[in-house]
């Protein structure tokens, strides 16, 4: 193949025409909230950017809404504070690496993470319809398919559904068909997805939850212990030993194993397959194991994410398996079939006729899952 048919074939190093970002790329990225939150960019498309944030969260965003990482010294900040767990304002005063010292406006010091950090940056203009062409959510009616049977849920029922960073919120019903179920949840999130997602909404008197304090307005969440339950009202105790009556269960959330889902045994250290938050599965490998429910895993493109057990698979690879690689290396994956394995080294074959080695860290499997 000559120079110009594999600069037309295939986006190597660079980004569609208009997308400055590239897969890898540490940026700030806005959040409905209108702040700009640490991330890394997972995935680019002609207008948009997939944001995997620091804090587990990973949404699609206009890349108008993407800038550089910029904080340095001097910078002004807004801090999740370690003990009151809400952003306060405050200056960066040192930097060293991913590590910062924010002075407080109120005078207190402390060292933390830029991942603990959001920030206010001007907001350009971006239409609805411009959102839309970039993957970012909005509101619309979706074509579902045919109606589903046999369902245990209905339309309307009010459920715990799995978001994007594995933990379960509470949300509704909107739609049901033979190409997933529309969840709105209780934050006006949306998503559409199997009935895998999906389980009762129910709260256990004596269950550790975490929970969003009446005096939060952000969606920050604090480890608490259910006292009383009453509908979808609880009294909480959280961790600094205060109480709150009447809490709403749609300010909490659940880290929680599906029922009746078999999982396998393993250790740190091992090599695996593991799911991310857009339903593919990647190359991981496990870091700590810390208990039955909260697995930490490091895939092997760079990210981590802690993830429940049913959501690891051994790591088994062959010949003949239909697969997403990046193309030599580049920001997009494209489909191809696994043709020869020599430990890390793969031998792809793309749909398009193209072929190449490459490393087992730069494929995945798709998500199985049809998305309307």
Same mark, same amino acid.
């Given at each position: 193949m000559g120079l110009f048919d594999w600069l037309t074939s295939?986006? @190597? @190093?660079? @980004?569609?025409?208009g997308n400055p970002w590239k897969l890898g790329d540490r940026v700030l990225a806005k959040k409905p909230d209108s702040y700009f939150y640490p991330g890394v960019v997972r995935e680019v498309s002609e207008y948009g950017c997939l944001i995997v944030y620091d804090d587990g969260d990973a949404a699609w965003a206009h890349y108008a809404h993407v800038l550089v990482q910029d904080i340095k010294i001097g910078s002004r900040v807004f801090c999740k504070h370690k003990t009151a767990q809400v952003f306060a304002p405050g200056t960066v005063s040192q930097l060293k690496g991913e590590t910062v010292r924010v002075q407080y406006d109120q005078g207190e010091e402390e060292w933390t993470s830029i991942s603990m950090l959001r920030v206010q940056r001007p907001i350009a203009p971006v239409s609805p319809e411009q959102l839309a062409v970039a993957n970012?959510?909005?509101?619309?009616?979706?074509?579902?398919?045919?109606?589903?049977?046999? @369902?245990?849920?209905?339309?309307?029922?009010?459920?715990?559904? /799995?978001?994007?960073?594995?933990?379960?919120?509470?949300?509704?019903?909107?739609?049901?068909?033979? /190409?997933?179920?529309?969840?709105?949840?209780?934050?006006?999130?949306? /998503?559409?997805?199997?009935?895998?997602?999906?389980?009762?909404?129910?709260?256990?008197?004596?269950?550790?939850?975490?929970?969003?304090?009446?005096?939060?307005?952000? /969606?920050?969440?604090?480890?608490?212990?259910?006292?009383?339950?009453?509908?979808?009202?609880?009294?909480?105790e959280l961790e600094d030993n205060s109480r709150e009556t009447n809490v709403r269960v749609s300010r909490v959330r659940f880290w929680r194993c599906p029922v009746g889902v078999p999982a396998f045994e393993f250790a740190e250290g091992d090599r695996v397959l593991a799911y991310d938050g857009d339903d593919c599965v990647y190359p991981a490998e496990i870091v700590s194991i810390e208990d039955d429910t909260r697995i930490i895993v490091q895939y092997l493109d760079g990210f981590e994410r802690m993830l429940t057990p049913e959501l690891i698979r051994r790591f088994e690879i062959r010949p003949g398996m239909k697969i997403e690689c990046r193309w030599s290396g580049g920001p997009h994956y494209f489909p191809g079939t696994l043709s020869k394995i020599e430990g890390d080294r793969i031998h792809v074959k793309y749909d398009d006729g193209d072929d190449e080695w490459t490393t087992v860290r730069l494929f995945r499997f798709p998500a199985k899952r049809p998305t309307p």
């Open positions: 295939k986006i @190597s @190093s660079g @980004s569609p025409a970012v959510p909005v509101k619309q009616s979706l074509d579902l398919g045919a109606p589903v049977k046999d @369902s245990n849920y209905r339309v309307g029922d009010r459920v715990l559904a /799995r978001w994007l960073d594995f933990y379960w919120y509470p949300a509704t019903i909107l739609n049901m068909g033979e /190409r997933g179920i529309h969840i709105l949840f209780d934050n006006n999130d949306q /998503r559409v997805g199997p009935e895998a997602v999906l389980m009762p909404l129910a709260v256990e008197e004596g269950e550790h939850i975490e929970v969003r304090p009446k005096n939060e307005l952000q /969606r920050i969440y604090v480890p608490a212990h259910v006292n009383h339950v009453d509908g979808e009202k609880i009294d909480v």
